[in-house]
């Protein structure tokens, strides 16, 4: 009986991490016993009998601080503004890594409603290792804050520089000296910078059975990675920033990618007046934990600002009212790629209203 347990769990392991002949039929079940189930196809159901709350609408008008462009065509975005309203978004802030031209479609495309979006800009990196880097990046930067940016990012680097950009800035993090003059000018111009550091804690740590965190863990990995920094690295990078430039306001999207240890966002919170965080796309990470979260929630309320990250899906949104506004319990939602049950946070009306709406205009303006 153990010697088959052994094998059951190895066979679900190797087929996590892709190392099973998916030609095999047997592999290919998704909805097998055991012996056949891969597992990144478990997915599993709550038979709980404990109330299941549906938020349809927010509980008071929302900002949301982490968008991106996911509406391609004048249709899709009538419909999305349908669902804003639908679900009481008020706004909504596309985040891009986009300059020049690529910048000025995306901006007069979504100026049709003028009031529900903003599209924040990025940094032209063109020649970051040459002499005439930073001022050619603070000239476009003027430029596209002329046109309408009011804010710069999601500017993204994982260990090895700011790769979503364009063009990628491999070698140059946010900390980097060339950077100095940059940051300033955003302070200058009042605009706020969305900067995504490093990936949660799961990605970096050994993609094995005993990584509660695999199944999503492993689509993202960084253990295997050579020539990066780290985790703690990139905190510091980031800590690097903020402190450096302390006229400039900075929002680490995804709680900083420290779900995992809110302590740690919570220390530079403390030391950092310019720090802000979003929750974007890291419900899972948090809601993990709910009473842990909701605390940390409570007592920095006025630093936390409210972002999806995950489409515009009407369910998505309700997914994510009922994730901060209730306090219902073992709910799985297939969006996110961990097998861990979710909880709700139940946070109090003047925590949610803050983290919905009152701190992103403290931010951003009306």
Partial sequence: ??????????????????????????????????????????????????????????RFPVIDMHAHRYARSEAEMDQWVSTMDEKGIEKTIILSPIHGKEFDSVFDAYAKYPDRFEVWCGIDFTGFEGPDFPATAIAELERCHEKGARGVGELG?????????????????????????????CAELGMPINIHVGEPKWMYEKMDSTND????????????????????????????????????????????????DLSIIAGLLDAYPNLHIDIGARFAEICATPRATAKFMIQYQDRIVYGTDMGRSPDMYASTFRLLETADE????????????????????????????LNAINIIGN
């Fill in 213 to 260: 965190g695999l199944m999503n863990a492993y689509n993202w990995r960084l253990d295997n990675k050579p020539d990066i920094v780290d985790h703690q690295g990139m905190i510091d990078i980031l800590e690097g920033a903020v402190k450096n430039h302390p006229r400039t306001t900075f929002i680490a999207c995804h709680v900083a990618n420290c779900g995992y």
């Fill in 330 to 357: 073992h709910i799985y939602d297939n969006r996110f790629g961990y097998h861990w049950p979710l909880h709700g946070l139940n946070l109090p009306d003047e925590v949610l209203e803050k983290i919905y709406r």
């Fill in 1 to 58: 009986m153990q010697k088959s347990l052994t094998l059951t769990l190895s066979i679900l392991l190797l087929a996590a991490t892709g190392c099973v002949n998916e030609s095999n039929p047997a592999a290919e079940s998704q909805k097998g016993g055991p012996e056949t189930l891969l597992l990144k196809n478990y997915r599993p159901e709550s038979i709980f009998n404990i109330p299941a709350t549906m938020v349809e609408k927010a």
């Fill in 157 to 185: 680097d994982k260990g090895k520089g700011f790769f979503s950009s364009r063009p990628a800035a491999i070698g140059l993090h946010a900390d980097d000296p060339r950077m100095g003059p940059i940051w300033d000018k």
